[in-house]
């Protein structure tokens, strides 16, 4: 391609340089260097033109950002594998090709979300606090008394690539039973984890410990609500890595103050970042990280390959590594 008649791209925060480098072979790329998001009028304006755009899922791609970008954008590739902050409807319907990275941060993602789990079970970061403010003065027979893994009941809601991946962790390493709810049943992943698939209630009131890994859309935001939280077992442990607006963060916070839950572990909130007068980082059963599910060397350098891919392929009107709306 001829240096003038390179495609425009904007990409809308640094992300690994291979990504990148991947890009400028062919295209003109403009880069946000911002270590926060661009605002809106930033973004909105930086894009105008461009014929591609690689986002990031703090960025709102709606129908006025399209407006905005103009009409010879053809593809916008989200550095993530869930796609909850495009328009995809929208984006179709102007023949806007939409790109994910799905994959490649299964495990990783997965690792988070046991990660949490060991910490809520064991109080991990609760005792590690106490390290920090000088407070550990002996060892204590009845100090930090948390909860076993081995042989417990674990509740996956949406078995997945990363839901299937955290219930291998916890059948194959722990033992777990393994109950799931899906829109669909998994009869192969039943196989692998002796898994059963149950009602939404059967998995409230059973399981021992919950893990949230559908993606958000129309029939999971807001899943996780006082009713919820009320159903599941006074020892339960909430988790939830997928994104914040699945649960209701108001009633997860009384649930866990009431005592109708243990505990809670958290790499997504609603909003993100969970302003620092949340109720939720008052609790000494509530661990939140900030959303760091997919944030491995490894991991972050493959979805900028898939991400930079998604852009050149759609640019060059051939198939894209991982599209959410391919042409029909
Ligand atoms: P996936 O393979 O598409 O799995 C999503 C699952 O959710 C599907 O199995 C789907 O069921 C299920 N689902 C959809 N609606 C449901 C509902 N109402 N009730 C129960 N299950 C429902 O996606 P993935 O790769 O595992 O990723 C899952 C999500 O994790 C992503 O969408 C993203 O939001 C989140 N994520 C977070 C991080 C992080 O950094 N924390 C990293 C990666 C991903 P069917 O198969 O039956 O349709």
Redesign the pocket.
């Known amino acids: 391609m001829a240096e003038d008649s390179k495609r425009r791209v904007f990409v809308s925060r640094r992300i690994p340089e291979n990504g990148l480098e991947r890009l400028r072979t062919l295209c003109d790329v403009d880069i946000w260097e911002g270590d926060l998001p661009p605002d809106r009028e930033t973004l909105c304006t930086r894009a105008a033109g461009c014929h591609g755009v690689l986002s990031m899922l703090s960025d709102a791609i709606d129908p006025d950002f399209m407006d905005r970008v103009g009409p010879q954008l053809q593809v916008v590739s989200n550095y993530?594998?869930?796609f909850?902050n495009i328009d995809v409807e929208e984006a179709t319907r102007r023949g806007i090709r939409v790109g994910n990275t799905?994959?490649v941060?299964?495990d990783a993602?997965a690792d988070?979300a046991f990660a949490l789990l060991i910490n809520c079970a064991r109080r991990i970061s609760e005792s590690e606090r106490s390290v920090h403010d000088g407070k550990w003065k002996t060892w204590e027979p009845l100090g930090f008394i948390g909860l076993d893994l081995v042989g417990k009941t674990i509740g996956i809601?949406?078995?997945?690539?990363?839901?299937q991946a955290m219930a291998r962790r916890c059948h194959g390493g722990w033992g777990m039973d393994v109950l799931y709810?899906?829109?669909?049943s998994?009869p192969e992943a039943e196989g692998e984890f002796d898994a059963d698939y149950v009602s939404m209630d059967e998995l409230l009131t059973r399981s021992d410990f919950i893990s949230v890994?559908?993606?958000?859309?129309n029939?999971?935001s807001g899943?996780f609500d006082a009713s919820a939280f009320q159903k599941m077992k006074s020892t339960a442990v909430f988790i939830n890595?997928?994104?914040g607006s699945i649960h209701n963060q108001n009633d997860l916070a009384a649930a866990l103050t009431n005592g109708e839950i243990a505990a809670a572990g958290l790499?997504?909130t609603d909003p993100e970042p969970i302003p620092a007068d949340d109720p939720l980082l008052d609790l000494q059963n509530c661990v939140v990280i900030p959303?760091?599910?997919?944030a491995t060397v490894d991991t972050r350098a493959a979805m900028a390959d898939i991400a930079a891919e998604n852009v050149l392929r759609a640019l060059a009107d051939e198939p894209m590594p991982h599209c959410v709306n391919p042409p029909s």
């Open positions: 993530a594998v869930g909850n799905p994959g941060l299964t993602t988070i809601v949406g078995l997945g690539r990363i839901g709810t899906s829109r669909s998994k890994h559908c993606d958000l859309n029939s999971t899943l890595t997928a994104r790499d997504v959303h760091i599910g997919s």
